[in-house]
């Protein structure tokens, strides 16, 4: 219980817009541990981003509005905190990558000073030289730029985000994200935009760097294959709801949640049979502004039970580490 | 020529000028060239009623391809066959009557139909140009839409009435409207969710089955290429680097950048978190390619000869089809 | 061309909500029910005959009896500014209709075809955009000598060309579309092409700068009747009553002052009107 680094208890999140409001997150719990990676997985419109951006505050309030539920970090509940105690989290507490680096890298500055920046302020917090020290500063960047494979740190740190392609560019957000060795970093779909030879790459530099700083991760996608690749723990998500949780072996084991079994179904398997038809899911993902009442997958499962309309059902542990929310399983 | 022989493209080039053209090299950085060499020699066969799927990363030029073999381009150089005859160079008039034959899908479901036009037109619009019975093209409008299984009362509605999934299957009822031969498909599922897509993989299996048409299957999703496909070529920087029977191809690849462009594949099991094979640097840019071997400053395996000399294409049993100096022995 | 009802329902709320664009509106309205008014029932509509001559009657300030005063030949100012409505508004909306036609399909084409062509039509476009549109429309008037028929072509010729280069931005960016792509898969002819999906596509961003524009060309049709071209005496329009007041702007500021006014608020009306319009386009308004 102690060894958590970050706990979501009970959020819920709605978005009030014209067209209606929307359940973005519905009494989500989730806890992350010390040098551990979670991988958070579900389709578009799951709530998995939602999460990420109100646990770093960067939730758009309005319209997004916060019914329930707190985040406990470092002892204290981060939906509390004002805009500032939040910029002082940042960085060298939580720290986040997203799926186009392009948007989230300044375009008016170099690699080299935005990495400086992120250095100069962990060395502030840390009280290590107030970061004045401009040599120790810059021998830090090109260190980090070495460590994320940037070709020839010297000159790298000179040039501008658009001066480099998209595995480079997410190299550079890796190392800002991971400078300022903060204790969890939110990766939002980093490498769904990437070619999928870039992506391997950028999935192993991410393993070893994680380790080497000691970072717990919350590693979001849609792709379950890279969760797999990259995750100790996996949680997956519908319509803002945690359907299943289990350690990364144990979930592609044995899948408990209909939703998780679907989901893995879907795929088309490498020692499949070819053309075969694959399982489907009858129905779609539904609008978030209109959720079906009870258990949201309900009109989409196959073993639908009279209770499932009408009774929401909570995430419980069925084996150790293994959570549930499914009244197949609570029974 | 075998009778099977549906489309055969005899060393297609080509290249588009851009002058200034800013591009990204291997080592990820910044420069700029005059002509991108999109397709640069491709040699391929599509038979009748098979399924072809090419496989590339960015920059590997298979959009452009797919737009070759479609006519919306002409190429710079080559041959284009259609069932045994030329038409490489044949007038807009000529082509437009056999155009019924090819048809795409296209990647994105959301900007691939008109968002002014409803669906019955959207579909009744290939039909229209070859066809000028009004009532004839309202038939098999109503026909093609409950076969992709839509009903037909939604046939008035416009895209932004219907999911993702839903304009995934009107942009199928367009490509099949005319009855065509071949279809080539863009990345059909790549925007859609994994329960869509699965859906709409096997829509596509069953039409082919009944239309006993050709797929020309393009993605970048090797699974999902491998599913729906016989054959399969690996497309690097403009040419086709790696020809074979799917699954022959995929167990044994016989080209250093297939074998890393398989490994690289994220496999949904935890418990495969094997070393990947060695691919350095970033994909690179079509303007302007390595001498030799284009792949040769990443390759591991590469030699003074593959930086000289262009590989020219071996073929093993099967009809398994290497470009390489080194083909891997497995 | 098929425009859905869950977009003229958000449209019309973002209006609703902006009390500028409903004064726009409402001041639209008028002005086109009044000029419908005019030509349906003549000068029977209005408490005075604007012709009608009566030196007695001269220089009468606004009142009750004459809502806007009299001029210097004794006719209510009131009736000639309603009886003048129509003439502006088939000037003000046949300049900007001819001018979408003309531009919508000449830019289309332009920017859909690209090359050669859309070359030339950008240095023609040029050129008139160079010259200022109001000493074109002079210089134009001059030349063709009086008359509202005139005033409107004159005014034409430099104002088609600003919807050419808003078609042919729309077919710029259009033409990169997959279902464009789609169309010539299909076989579609060019300009097929260009009427079914290029032009429909684009509409909205004209139809609002349209609206926005019919006041200035308003505006600008009362420029040249103030100069003599245009409609001429004992005809009533706007701008020609504001030139004739001028020399007695001191002592009967309502004969030049009032029918000014006139001008400005229809042409302010049609403005906000277009501004409300510009705002429904703009997705963060539509939230």
Partial sequence: MTDHIIQVNELSVVFETLQGRYSALDKVDLAINKSEVVGLVGESGCGKSTLALAIMGLLPRPPAKVLSGCIMFNGTNLLTYTEKEMEKVRGTGISMIFQEPLTSLNPLFTIGDQLSETIRIKMQRQNEHDGRDEKKVRAEVVEWLKRVDLADPESAMERYPHEWSGGMRQRVMIA?????????????????????????????????????????????SHDLAVVAQIADRVAVMYAGMVMEEAPVNEIFENPLHPYTQSLMGAFPKETGVRKARLETIPGSVPNLARIPPGCPFHPRCKFVKDQCSTARPGLRETSPGHKVACVMYTQ | MSNSELLRLENIVRYFSAKGAMFYSESGVLETGST?????????????????????????????LARTILMLIKPTSGKLYFEGREITNLSYGELAKIRPNFQMIFQDPFSSLDPRMRAKAIIAEPLSVVIKDREKIGERVREVFEQVGLSVDQLNRFPNEFSGGQRQRIAIARALATKPKLVILDEPTSALDASTQAQILNLLLDIQEEYEVSYVFISHNVSVVRHMSDRIAVM??????????????????????????????????????????????????????????????????????????????????????????????? | ????????????????????????????????????????????????????????????????????????????????????????AEIGFSIVLVSVLIGGIVGSWAGYVGGRVDEILMRITDIFIAVPTLVLAVAVGVALGPGIEHVIEANLVGWWPVYARLARAGALSLKESQFIEAAKVAGLARFKIIIKHIIPNNISPILVYATLDIGNAILYASVLSYLGMGAQPPQAEWGRMVFDGQVYLTNAWWMSILPGLVIFTVALGFNLFGDGLRDTLDPRYRK
Avoid: W
């Avoid at chain 1, 980093?190 to 994680?210: E, G, M, N």
């Avoid at chain 2, 003074?304 to 020219?312: D, F, K």
């Avoid at chain 3, 500028?20 to 005075?48: D, E, K, R």
């Fill in chain 1, 176 to 220: 800002m994200a991971l400078a300022a060795k903060p204790s969890l970093m939110l990766a939002d779909e980093p490498t769904s935009a990437l070619d999928v030879t870039t992506q391997a790459q950028i999935l192993t530099l991410v393993k070893s760097l994680v380790r080497e700083v000691k970072a717990s991760v919350l590693f979001i």
């Fill in chain 3, 1 to 88: 061309m098929s425009i859905d009802r869950k977009e003229i329902a958000l449209t019309l709320d973002v209006l609703r909500r902006d009390r500028l664009a409903i004064g726009g509106i409402g001041v639209v309205v008028l002005f086109i029910l009044t000029s419908f008014a005019v030509l349906i029932f003549g000068n029977s509509l209005v408490p005075y005959d604007p012709t009608v001559v009566n030196i007695s009657a001269a220089f009468q300030a606004p009142s009750l009896q004459h809502l806007f005063g009299t001029d210097n030949l004794g006719r209510d100012i009131f009736s000639r500014c309603v009886v003048a409505a129509p003439i502006d």
């Fill in chain 2, 236 to 330: 690097y920087l403009g040419k086709i680097v790696e020809e074979g029977p799917v699954d022959e191809l995929l167990r044994r690849p016989k080209h250093p950048y297939t074998a890393a462009l398989i490994s690289s594949i994220p496999k949904p099991n935890p418990k495969a978190r094997g070393a990947m094979v060695e691919i350095r640097g970033e994909t690179p840019s079509p303007v302007n390619p390595p001498s030799g071997c284009r792949y040769h400053p990443r390759c591991p395996f590469a030699t003074e000869l593959c930086s000289q000399t262009e590989p020219p294409p071996q073929e093993f049993e099967n009809h398994h089809i290497v470009a390489c100096h080194y083909p891997l022995n497995r």
């Fill in chain 2, 36 to 64: 991108i060499h999109a397709v640069d020699g491709v040699d391929l066969n599509i038979d009748r009623n098979s399924s072809l799927g090419i496989v590339g990363e960015s920059g590997c030029g298979k959009t452009t």
